[in-house]
């Protein structure tokens, strides 16, 4: 597979420009953007003992409130965006020019994750200033881990952006994709864990079983909420997998649904 | 420039192509016709890498595109019959997409890009968005696009699909004036007196399989031998005149109306014979003409055995 990096950021230039005058973006935007400032604004205002050493945990607690804004979010921007191509018929265009469908795919996908970017990083910068604003600028280093997290964040949208993109691919329908990537993609996956931890409670199966920890690592959401243990550097014994664990889930999450995202619209014929 | 070898494509248990071959020379304007669900726009669909075959090659500048497939449509100017652009986007951001594709540099672009939206008559269009623009606006925007990179060859999928006749007119004036820079053309449609004003080579398909490739005007020198078509006047035509013209062994009666009969015989003596019987009929035949062979009879003539 010979992709040019040149013609994967024209492709992932293209899909921001167009993606950004969507009302969805702008909706999404505005709502993530109330909804995270908001709870910082209120965790400073109503918590008036608030000092700056308290800043990674205010950013895990709001984080851990809106954590499912990072799976809907992700899917909302890309559930459509081959489905849109092929229903649009600007597909034929597209792949008449010399560009790989590797390439449109890397190109997407890219593209998807830069948008999630301009939504996520002004809003989580704005509510470090309010937070700065009230309690004092926090450390470096809580500022330099506050937005290491931001990347493992984007890892997290990226994992659904990814499985979007593959039933994106598969699916001729925009909906069907759209149902398929929030109820089989986020929905379905949340729900492997609590279901097999019920049948495990019958069953006597040990919590820390080899399963049980696969079952709670499908879900990029569960892998989340793990890592936030990074910001207050704790370990919490309700997750059966370790961050770092989490980490190399969300990875393989990614790696995989993105090669079989490339695989499946190389194989694909364009009707 | 392409050459088609065996090429065969199956739709679940529907045969669209069954191993059709052919080869279109360097600056011919080639026609590719055919009725409809002939197979037309599945060729046109394995060319340019959107469906796999399921055996046979496609090789386009003695390429084979399964495997040179970018390298050959950086040559390409492609115009499919389902038209779409990105709607939100203007007419210059859409053809500035496309540019990029081809990597023409951002000078060049800018100053490709106006020519070509001058060349077809969208330069005062070129800030409105393309869901701005009427069918035929966006099928002159379809024929700019696939001149942005200036190919040697041509695949235009049904350019004139659905325009008013003064539109059509003015895409066939615009593909004239393109060929007349030495391009080849691979036109698909099914106009046909458009394909014999536009194109000089043709191949015919029916229900997958290649019926006749050759050149028009050698196709309908082949046909002329063995059918003629007079259109005769007849001052007193009536239900009763046409029926007995119908009787006449070898005689076939393609249309009448008002005071005229239009007719298709072996030979000119079966004509003189439509006149006697006429003549016989009391009819006052004032005028026949003989009406030369063209494309759509060709056409008919051999895609009309299998219906």
Redesign the interface.
Known sequence: MKVSP??IW??S??EI??LI??KRFVIFFVLYALIFLLCVWLSCYLNPHLTKEHFLGVMKNIHSIIYIFYAILPIVLSYDLITK?RV?????????????REEVVLGKFLGVIIAVLLILLPVLTIGLIIFSAYNGIPYLSDTAKFYLHSLVLLLVCSCYISLSLLFSVLVRSSLTSLILSLLGGWWGLEMVYPLLSMYSLYNKIPSDSWYMKVAFAVSPLNNFRSTLEMLTAGHNNNFPITMEESLVALLIFLIVTLILSLFAFR?K??? | MIEIRDLRKSYGKTEALKGISFEVGDGEAFAFLGPNGAGKTTTIKIMMGFLRPDSGTVRMFGKDISVYGKEVRKKVGFLPEEIGFYENLSVYDNMDFYARLFGIPKLERSKVTNEILDQVGLSDRKRSKVKELSHGLKQRLGIAQSLINHPDLLIYDEPTSGLDPRSSYEIRELIKSLLKGGVTLFLSSHLLYEVQQICDGVAIIDKGRLVKRGKIKDLIKEIEGHLIRAKITCLNLDAEIVDSVKKIDGVKVIDSKDKTILVEAKDEEMIANINSRLVKMGGKVSKIEYISPDLEQVFLKLTGDNK
């Not at chain 1, 649009?88 to 790989?100: E, G, R």
Request: net charge positive; charged share 35%; aromatic share 10%.
């Open positions: 040149l013609l024209e492709v230039r293209k420009y167009e005058k969507t191509e649009t018929k600007s597909i034929y265009l597209f792949l008449s020019k010399p560009v790989s194989k014929d364009i009707v």
